[in-house]
């Protein structure tokens, strides 16, 4: 709500770059942050929503927003979830598991998340000073922005006239729908 209080930091999207930026931003001592998403808290992002292949395609022993903090590692996470040997035994993460394993890195780190909360509008006020204007009416002022918005933030969702004026909807599907594959 903009009652006079200026974010110095306003990160939009939740999804793994916005919490990493919020934790690096937390390290450097900026604690006056938040983060914004759209969705619902913990689906942000493709992973539980429009993704849908069985692993990623990162190898998993790639570090990334673990800040070289050892127990912040994906490893750490699922070893401590399913045994060290069990590491061992995966050849990739498992989709479900990169999601849960970001909602359990927001959660410990406690990260300052605000769900259903979309950014529509970015108004300049004066130098240094921007009015985010969010679903809903509500206006938020602060210093800077991050956008960390993803594959979202380079438009929206489309379905090309060919297919979707000429198709019946119950021929086609947009992968950002829920989709019933057995109908
Ligand atoms: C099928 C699929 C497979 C992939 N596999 C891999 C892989 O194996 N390895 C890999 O590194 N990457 C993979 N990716 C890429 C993946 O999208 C990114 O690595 C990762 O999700 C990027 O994180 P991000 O935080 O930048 O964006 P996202 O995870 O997309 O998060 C952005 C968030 O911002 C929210 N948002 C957007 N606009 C607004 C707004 N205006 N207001 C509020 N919230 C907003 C979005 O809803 C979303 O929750 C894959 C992507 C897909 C679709």
Known sequence: REDGHVYDVVVVGGGQSGLATAFGLLRERISNIIVLDENPAGREGPWDTYARMVTLRTPKHLTSIDFGVPSLTFRSYWEAAHGVESWERIDK???G??????RWY???LRLPVRNDARLDRIEPIEKGLFRLHLNGGETLLTRKIVLATGIQGGGQWHTPSLVGNRLPASRYAHTSQAIDYAG
Do not use: E
């Open 97 to 102: 598991d990169w999601m849960n394993y970001l």
């Open 106 to 108: 927001r959660r410990v």
């Open 93 to 95: 993460i498992p989709r």
